[in-house]
């Protein structure tokens, strides 16, 4: 089946630095991937939508200058959190689609603690 | 407005006690119903995807069917392994996106 590799699986920084968190989809081409962020105990929020070539498209409320998309091939994503704060601390989780009546799947997400 | 709303927010159950989850949406354009669980710590992991009315899908002890205002996930004589958060979301064909219920946790006490 479908997979998708998300890395770090968790990343401490310190704030004012940027990281950079990966997803890689292993045995398909992922046309379009979507970035998620959750809250403990919440579901998960959609960030932004990103195809392969093109700017990202971000949810309302979601800074595009903080949270920089990059898709630059069709099996890789990229979401680089810039200046990170502690309040940007949390789950953030990919998800890459082929054709997307085929289906989302899912990264293992990434824990971010921003000190 | 998109919108999955599931119930209950938590619950428990014995185990082989049977029950089922909701969830509710309303999308403009239906592009599929996926059923997703959740461990802590974990991103999502598949379990079925509904696209008509009517439709049914079932895998070991759960069971998920579709109308056109919710779905129900079926859980037959659940055992503590089954516990996890179930989350339920819809694809809009208008959009391309995946929009999220708030999930139900599921407990399952031996």
């Known amino acids: 089946g479908a997979v998708v590799s998300q890395h770090p699986s968790w990343v401490i920084c310190k704030s004012g630095t940027s990281v950079k968190i990966e997803c890689r989809s292993l045995d398909f081409q992922a046309t379009t991937m979507f970035w998620y962020r959750q809250f403990p105990k919440q579901s998960l929020m959609l960030m932004a939508t990103s195809n392969e070539g093109s700017k990202a498209t971000y949810e309302q409320g979601v800074e595009k200058d903080k949270f920089l998309i990059n898709h630059a091939s069709l099996t890789l994503s990229t979401l680089t959190v810039t200046s990170a704060h502690p309040e940007d601390s949390s789950f953030y989780i990919c998800s890459a689609s082929q054709e997307l009546n085929y289906g989302y799947t899912f990264g293992s997400g990434t824990r971010l603690t921003v000190v | 407005e998109d919108q999955v709303t599931q119930s209950p927010e938590a619950l428990r159950l014995q185990e082989g006690e049977s029950s089922s989850l909701n969830c509710s949406y309303t999308?403009?354009?239906?592009?599929?119903l996926f059923w997703y669980r959740q461990d802590p710590g974990k991103g999502p992991e598949f379990l079925f995807t509904?696209?008509?009315a009517g439709e049914e899908k079932e895998k070991e002890r759960l069971k998920a069917t579709l109308t056109k205002k919710e779905s129900f996930l079926h859980i037959t004589a659940p055992k503590p392994e089954d516990s996890a958060t179930y989350l339920c979301?819809?694809?809009?064909?208008?959009?391309?996106?995946?929009?999220f219920g708030q999930g139900t946790t599921l407990q399952v006490k031996p």
């Open positions: 509904l696209y008509s």
């Open positions: 999308v403009s354009g239906l592009r599929g």
């Open positions: 979301a819809v694809g809009s064909s208008n959009t391309g996106k995946l929009i």
